[in-house]
């Protein structure tokens, strides 16, 4: 179902990867590197995936990190700002409220960052 649309991503992601151009002609090597090395990794980690509606969020990650790299000029995730209540309480009901909050700040461009192996 979702086969074409997954193969057509990884094949613009290599693609981004092959024209990478960084601010340096030393780090663009490094950085072409790394796009192909994050894409393999999360393209692998998530090939068991059957549900259609977690295979369009993936996707949506997806395109949402390449727009971002190609918009910043960075092929790394954006860092996250946490809200000012995410600072961590000492009993367990305080720190379980933070941590879904965490979650709800987490942006979509993110949610493959904790759930690979690095």
């Known amino acids: 179902m979702f086969r074409r649309e997954v193969?057509?991503?990884?094949?613009?992601i290599f693609r981004l990867a092959r024209q990478w151009q960084a601010t340096t002609a030393a780090d663009t090597e490094v950085e072409r590197q790394y796009i192909r090395d994050e894409a393999r990794k999360l393209f692998r980690g998530?090939?068991?995936?059957t549900d259609p509606e977690?295979?369009?969020?993936?996707?949506h990650?997806?395109?949402?990190?390449v727009e971002i790299a190609l918009h910043y000029g960075s092929p790394y995730p954006r860092l996250i700002h946490m809200p000012p209540t995410a600072v961590?309480?000492?009993?367990?009901?305080q720190r379980k409220a933070q941590e879904r909050l965490r979650k709800q700040a987490k942006p979509i461009y993110m949610l493959s960052d904790e759930d690979v192996d690095k």
Do not use: F, G, V
């Not at 193969?7 to 613009?12: A, D, I, V």
């Not at 998530?46 to 995936?49: P, R």
């Not at 977690?54 to 996707?59: A, F, G, Q």
């Open 7 to 12: 193969l057509s991503l990884y094949r613009r």
């Open 46 to 49: 998530k090939k068991d995936i």
């Open 54 to 59: 977690e295979i369009k969020m993936h996707i």
């Open 61 to 65: 990650e997806a395109n949402a990190r």
């Open 88 to 93: 961590p309480k000492t009993n367990r009901k």
